[in-house]
């Protein structure tokens, strides 16, 4: 395993490997035998990076989640696992009454919220305190000084160390992390948004945004954490749940334009040539590249994690690199 430092301040500073595992769907669709395997494979491999949220998995049985959070927690008080994992969450977009269908009727970021969230997230996983907490969703209903106040709130108080958002457009990231400056509170450091080599259109609407897509890294979020270097980028679905191998997943309107098949055309190639697969050179692509990335996976089994494990010891030549860069 290879590790990288996200975040600046000595007190809330952590060691991370550069491959994290997503926890989404642990204690619903995975289940709790399969997910403590999973788990223990993956600190077993070197990782220390786990990630979840306060509203995993909702929609899988109409509640308003948690279950990943609980799920967690067990199997942390179930190894006698202390501080020596990263365990990141997220607050903001748990919905205010069970569903099983997304919509904008979502807790949001008030003080008020993030400090009840946070301590509920906290319970859940069984912590003294949450290694890395994000603002999933932006919330412009709620000013966001008021936001910026209650997340710096849970870091003095302890509740929670180091700070960050995800699905935030990159200029919503900026004008909290200059508010937060200003007023001499910490602000954002790592940044989750979805990445991938195939690269998705940002100008189609989402649910949160007649704009565009403020999930997904465009060149507008790149260049802000080129710029920002003790910015981190963690890049979730990285593999777009399989979609790059399996011929039954098909890769959805986002990726209906003329660069897609160039860039699997290169991606499927540089995979021959080094007799890895095809995910594991996206993988390789993302944590090797001049903006290193840390890509964030989900996992079913055992042997889909034994699979991007690999990963972290596969060096692209600077030959394969350029031909993965330049295809378009």
């Given at each position: 395993m290879k590790y990288r430092v996200i975040g600046t301040a000595v007190e809330t500073r952590r060691e991370v490997s550069v491959l994290s595992l997503g926890t989404m769907?642990?204690?619903?669709?995975?289940?709790?035998?399969?997910?403590?395997?999973?788990?223990?494979?993956?600190?077993?491999?070197?990782?220390?990076?786990?990630?979840?949220?306060?509203?995993?998995?909702?929609?899988?049985?109409?509640?308003?989640?948690?279950?990943?959070?609980?799920?967690?927690?067990?199997?942390?008080?179930?190894?006698?696992?202390?501080?020596?994992?990263?365990?990141?969450?997220?607050?903001?977009?748990?919905?205010?009454?069970?569903?099983?269908?997304?919509?904008?009727?979502?807790?949001?970021?008030?003080?008020?919220?993030?400090?009840?969230?946070?301590?509920?997230?906290?319970?859940?996983?069984?912590?003294?305190?949450?290694?890395?907490?994000?603002?999933?969703?932006?919330?412009?209903?709620?000013?966001?000084?008021?936001?910026?106040?209650?997340?710096?709130?849970?870091?003095?108080?302890?509740?929670?160390?180091?700070?960050?958002?995800?699905?935030?457009?990159?200029?919503?990231?900026?004008?909290?992390?200059?508010?937060?400056?200003?007023?001499?509170?910490?602000?954002?450091?790592?940044?989750?948004?979805?990445?991938s080599y195939l690269r998705q259109r940002a100008d189609l609407p989402s649910l949160r945004s007649p704009d565009g897509n403020q999930g997904l890294v465009g060149g507008d979020l790149l260049s802000y954490v080129r710029d920002n270097p003790a910015l981190t980028q963690v890049a979730y679905s990285p593999l777009i749940a399989g979609a790059y191998v399996r011929e039954d997943k098909p890769l959805g309107p986002g990726f209906d334009h003329a660069g897609t098949e160039p860039r699997l055309r290169a991606v499927r190639e540089v995979a021959a040539e080094t007799g890895a697969t095809v995910n594991q050179v996206v993988l390789a692509w993302l944590m090797g590249g001049d903006i290193p990335i840390l890509p964030l996976v989900g996992a079913s089994s055992v042997a889909q994690l034994e699979e991007n494990l690999a990963a972290v010891d596969l060096d692209l030549t600077p030959d394969q690199r350029t031909r993965l860069d330049t295809a378009h």
């Open positions: 769907t642990f204690g619903t669709t995975v289940d709790e035998a399969t997910s403590y395997a999973i788990l223990d494979r993956f600190v077993e491999a070197g990782g220390t990076f786990v990630d979840t949220s306060n509203n995993y998995a909702f929609w899988v049985n109409g509640t308003q989640g948690g279950e990943s959070e609980e799920l967690v927690g067990r199997w942390l008080r179930s190894r006698g696992i202390g501080d020596e994992i990263t365990v990141a969450t997220k607050l903001g977009a748990r919905p205010n009454q069970p569903t099983s269908g997304f919509s904008l009727d979502v807790e949001g970021l008030s003080a008020k919220v993030i400090r009840e969230s946070a301590e509920r997230s906290r319970e859940r996983l069984g912590i003294e305190r949450i290694h890395l907490l994000y603002a999933h969703i932006m919330d412009e209903n709620t000013p966001l000084e008021e936001t910026v106040r209650g997340f710096a709130e849970v870091v003095a108080d302890g509740t929670a160390g180091l700070l960050g958002a995800s699905n935030h457009w990159a200029w919503r990231v900026e004008r909290a992390r200059t508010l937060a400056a200003a007023a001499g509170v910490p602000g954002y450091e790592v940044l989750q948004h979805h990445h």
